[in-house]
């Protein structure tokens, strides 16, 4: 009897200790809890708060069984990544404070903060083809171009995770690749990029070519002031049409986006619309100036191109799969228009939705939520997506034998 | 994964929508029972429960349509209850004004004369205990203590109350027209007129220098809350004390209301070799460590280091004594706190308002307003805790109506006495 007793009274002590200090997973899950469930504003469908924290925290009791009250982040990352794809929203991610940090470089006009030899890829079985070579940066200068495929990475077969140990490490590695059958050896010295990432305009048999890589700015650097430079020179060389790829592009800023977008269009705009009452944001430009107007008070203008440009001239954008967000936008803002051809594949599907990273969560990272659809002017919603005017599918094979089928078909239609 | 999210589509047809109120009052209580990281001990859950049932009640008629106005006074209640200054509720006109004053420009947007005046008791009197640097009043050289005995002509003592005298006051500044104000100034009980003229003024306040006719220099530093004008112009007043000879320098904090981080720590460089703040949120995710030494600010952030040259800095190094009071909060606590630490100048006064470990930090509410919520606590170099209120070394209580009635700033002569300078009036 007595023993019992004692046992009970150390249960009810460990149980008081329980219930006093939280664990911190359980911590975790209750602050990325409230941040999806009180903001989320996106196209699925998410409960409130208290609700998506009763349907989760099951799973978390599950996975911190065994350790009570000294559960750590790791276990509540786990049912964070899980809500995450459940509401299967692109937009909606974790997001770590290194990425953010990326994010500002880009808003600087610089490339990311690691040390890198300058490529993007995609993995098939026999290696990794090269999507994009960043000209000015290692692999560029070493003689990779797009469509070249990399078979081998100091001695070992091609993976990306390869790759990017690789480049982590931060010094000198052999790289073997081959260009239709014909194969070479490099050896590349990863480095942090510069200005490389900022849009790049190359006019080719009269036709100009610009590529996007994504739609940061800062105070001390625009992307759509690049890109109004881009069309001025571009028509000013009496080029007959512009291909403008956005496949692969990251996202940046919506507004940047708009004001990108007006190179081409003069006018437009979007609003932001949250789940709360009386929050509402429109969005203008006009003359290469950014207007901003909050639900209920004046329009202000926010940010202004030097020399504003407008050009006239035929215009196809190429999209794929992965062109995201604030780029989705940039096409959909030259299609809405009826200003461009959009040529490619249904884009990520993060077209009409914005947000802010929110946190730091207490672990480090943060959690892009959807807490902004986007509408257009006269209220009605963006779609997820942008459709292709010309479906045309990445096809890694014909790039890998040194085709390029998305913009030879954006070429014919220029032509 | 599939299967789960068509459980969840499910079960979205039994939500009832959250009236405005209740998502106003939701928001303010996840942060506050998250994030808080003040001195209360109360229970949070506890607390933000009861006043949930609160809301429920004031809610009861209205149900879904319950408007934010609704859910505001309550949680200006709850805040309430944790006694905690560095904790409270900014409607989103509050929350213009700070950030007006941030800029450093907060427009009066009517014509003053720029003086805060408080009655005094058994008397229609009024005393002036605070005047805005570069106003009317200021340029009249009306100054801390004065006690205005008349308007235009017209004794206080013949108005039937307090209202009326601060309602005629107003109105003689809104016309617009010269207004005659009749003082008592100093222990002597001078008499003057002092003729100003109300104007549009800016409310946003700076540090002042100014030099007695005995050599000693007031500086005063009424709030950190321009950003990136009160540091620096700290340093460009130390510099000007020590062009002009000052024999010592009197830091008045009395009233200093606190402000932004960054200017107190670039204000405490004027006074101290090191200037050091470590500030740690509740879980610990982000430290922030700021130091000045050597003319150089660094700024560790989760162990990644900005620093900058800080080309302007001066530094005293003459006499100094650091006035304090009950309304000296937050950033002018530790202010005064690391003074008194490196022990390069007495505390003279009484006992600080009590916020002087913590910072806090503001969080947009979906009204427009914000919750400004006690989130980091602050240490030394050393790893100790910065304390929550600055203990003068001199105690000297005051009261307004000794300062009223007799002309003499007690804790001030105290604090020439420590300097070592005989008192000889204001």
Same mark, same amino acid.
């Given at each position: ?145 797009r469509g ?16 990017? %140990? =690789? ?5 000198? @590695? ?5 260009? !239709? &059958?014909?194969?070479? +050896?490099? $050896? ?16 080719n048999n009269?036709v100009?070519y ?31 049409g512009m291909v403008i790829d956005l496949r ?13 977008? %007006? =190179? ?5 705009? @979007? ?5 709360? !009452? &009386?929050?509402?944001? +429109?969005? $203008? ?29 035929p215009l196809v954008v190429l999209v794929n799969r992965?062109t ?7 096409a959909?803002?030259?299609q809405?228009?009826?200003?461009a051809k959009v040529v490619g594949e249904p ?39 942008v459709s292709p005017d010309v479906v045309v599918e990445d096809d890694l094979e014909a790039l890998?034998a040194g085709r390029d089928p998305v913009l030879e078909r954006a070429l014919e239609m220029l032509r | ?426």
């Open positions: 009897m007595a023993l019992r007793h004692a046992l009970l009274s150390g249960m009810a002590a460990f149980a008081l200790v329980g219930s006093a200090v939280a664990s911190p997973a359980q911590d975790l899950f209750d602050q990325a809890t409230f941040l999806i469930g009180f903001y989320y504003n996106g196209p699925a469908k998410v409960p409130p708060f208290r609700e998506l924290r009763r349907q989760y925290q099951p799973e978390l009791d599950r996975l911190c069984a065994s350790e009570g009250n000294r559960c750590g982040f790791d276990k509540a990352k786990q049912v964070i990544e899980r809500i995450v794809r459940d509401i299967a929203d692109p937009f909606t991610v974790l997001v770590t404070r290194d990425q953010l940090i990326d994010d500002e470089r880009y808003g600087a006009g610089l490339g990311p903060a690691a040390p890198r030899v300058g490529v993007w890829v995609r993995e098939l079985p026999q290696g990794l083809v090269v999507s994009e070579a960043f000209p000015g940066e290692p692999a560029y200068e070493a003689g990779l171009r070249d495929l990399i078979t081998q990475i100091a001695g070992q077969p091609a993976t990306l995770a390869r790759l990017l %140990a =690789a480049e982590a490490a931060r010094s000198p @590695f052999s790289l073997s690749y081959s260009r !239709q &059958g014909v194969a070479r +050896t490099v $050896t590349l010295s990863p480095r942090v990029a510069e200005a490389t990432m900022q849009p790049r305009l190359e006019i009269n100009a610009l590529r996007i890589y994504h739609l940061y700015s800062s105070d001390s650097y625009s992307t759509a002031q690049r890109v109004h430079e881009a069309a001025r020179r571009a028509e000013q060389a009496g080029a007959r692969d592009a990251l996202t940046g800023y919506d507004s940047e986006a708009l004001l990108a977008a %007006a =190179a081409f269009t003069g006018t437009g705009g @979007f609003i932001y619309d949250r789940r709360f !009452q &009386g929050l509402d944001e +429109t969005h $203008t430009v006009e003359n290469g100036k950014l207007y901003v107007q909050p639900e209920g008070a004046q329009k202000e203008e926010q940010n202004a191109l030097e020399r504003p440009y407008l050009a006239r001239i992965h995201y967000n604030s780029a989705e936008m940039l959909y803002f030259l809405a228009a009826g200003r884009t990520a599907g993060a077209l009409g939705m914005s947000g802010s990273a929110e946190g730091p969560l207490i672990n480090g990272d943060f959690i892009a939520v959807s807490s902004l659809r986007m509408r257009n002017l006269d209220g009605s919603p963006f779609p997820l997506k890998v | 994964m599939r299967q789960l999210f068509a459980t969840l589509a499910l079960l979205l047809g039994s939500f009832s929508l959250a009236s405005p109120a209740q998502d106003l009052f939701d928001q303010a209580s996840f942060y506050l029972e998250f994030y808080y990281n003040g001195p209360a001990t109360l229970n949070l859950k506890e607390l933000t429960a009861r006043y949930q049932s609160a809301l429920d009640r004031a809610c009861a008629p209205q149900k879904d349509t319950c408007p934010y106005e609704q859910a505001v006074p309550i949680i200006e209640q709850m805040l309430g209850e944790l006694n905690d200054n560095h904790t409270y509720y900014l409607s989103p006109e509050e929350l213009r004004g700070s950030q007006e004053s941030r800029q450093g420009n907060a427009p009066s947007r009517t014509l003053r004369i720029g003086v805060s005046h408080l009655p005094i008791p058994g008397s229609r009197d009024r005393l002036i205990v605070d005047v805005v640097e570069g106003g009317p009043a200021d340029e009249a050289g009306l100054a801390y203590g004065d006690r205005i005995i008349a308007i235009n002509g017209r004794p206080l003592s013949e108005f039937p109350d307090d209202n009326q005298v601060v309602q005629f006051l107003t109105q003689s500044v809104q016309s617009g027209r010269p207004v005659v104000l009749t003082i008592l100034r100093g222990p002597e009980r001078q008499r003057l007129e002092v003729t100003l003229t109300g104007r549009e003024i800016n409310l946003a306040r700076f540090p002042s220098l100014k030099i007695r006719p005995d050599g000693v220099g007031v500086l005063k530093i009424p709030n950190f809350d321009a950003q990136g004008q009160v540091g620096r112009r700290v340093h460009e007043l130390v510099r000007e004390a020590q062009q002009k000879n000052v024999r010592a320098l009197v830091l008045e904090l009395r009233g200093n209301s606190g402000g932004l981080l960054n200017e107190m720590i670039l204000t405490a460089a004027a006074f101290l070799d090191d200037a050091y703040v470590a500030l740690v949120d509740r879980y610990q995710t982000e430290r922030t460590e700021f130091r000045i030494r050597d003319g150089r600010l660094t700024i560790i952030r989760n162990g990644q280091t900005e620093s900058a040259n800080l080309p302007f800095l001066a530094r005293w190094r003459g006499p100094l004594v650091v006035l304090i009071d009950g309304n000296t909060a937050s950033g002018g606590e530790y202010l005064a706190s690391a003074i008194q630490r490196a022990k390069v100048g007495p505390l003279v006064g009484v006992a600080t308002l009590g916020i002087g470990n913590t910072t806090t930090r503001p969080f947009n509410l979906i009204n427009g307003g914000a919750l400004s919520i006690s989130y980091n606590r602050a240490f030394f170099a050393d790893g100790t805790p910065y304390p929550p209120r600055a203990i003068p070394d001199f105690v000297v209580e005051s009261s307004l109506e000794q300062l009223a009635n007799t002309g003499r700033d007690l804790p001030f002569e105290k604090a020439l006495e420590a300097l070592g300078i005989k008192s000889a009036g204001r």
